[in-house]
């Protein structure tokens, strides 16, 4: 009886983590930050990192770090992100992160964690159109709440 009330338990809670989810077509801007968090948790600086070298995120693709100098590439694209918890709030930083066009018309900054509205979608990067169904975010929810955790420890030194 114990296991199966901890299993409920942990149903529940998994459940209500994954229901405080926000959809990217139900985010709410207001001039281009977004006040909450999308995932209704905190993030994590660490996965953050993470997400900001490799996958869907790719940041430093485009932007200049120092915070990350160990890796070896590092764009001239974008802006420089050292400081940039000193420029932005933290809900301007969610919004620039979750759609960067909201703030910035005509940013190159692709809409991490956006899902309609596209001009024309691709099919990941297999180079072909995308098939008809569901279109999913580059990021999670809980992705884009860890890349602003890290992103607002990277204040000036």
Not at 41 to 55: L, R, T, V
Not at 79 to 103: T, Y
Request: aromatic share 8%; with cysteine.
């Amino acid at each position: 009886m114990r296991h199966a009330l901890f299993g409920l338990a942990a149903c529940v809670a998994a459940s209500s983590a994954f229901a405080a989810d926000v959809q990217p077509t139900d985010v709410v801007f207001v001039d281009g930050a977004i006040e909450a968090s999308l995932s209704g948790a905190a993030g994590d600086p660490a996965s953050g990192a993470e997400i900001m070298n490799k996958g869907a995120g790719n940041c430093i693709a485009c932007h200049q770090v120092s915070a990350l100098s160990h890796l070896s590439f590092h764009g001239e694209i974008g802006p420089p992100l050292d400081g940039v918890a000193d420029r932005w709030s933290e809900a301007e930083i969610r919004g620039i992160v979750a759609n960067a066009k909201v703030m910035f018309e005509g940013s190159m900054m692709p809409s991490f964690y956006k899902t309609q509205g596209f001009v024309r979608l691709g099919d990941a990067y297999t180079g072909e159109a995308h098939a008809d169904g569901e279109v999913h975010p580059l990021l999670t929810a809980q992705q884009v709440e860890d890349v602003v955790a890290f992103l607002m420890t990277l204040n000036e030194q």
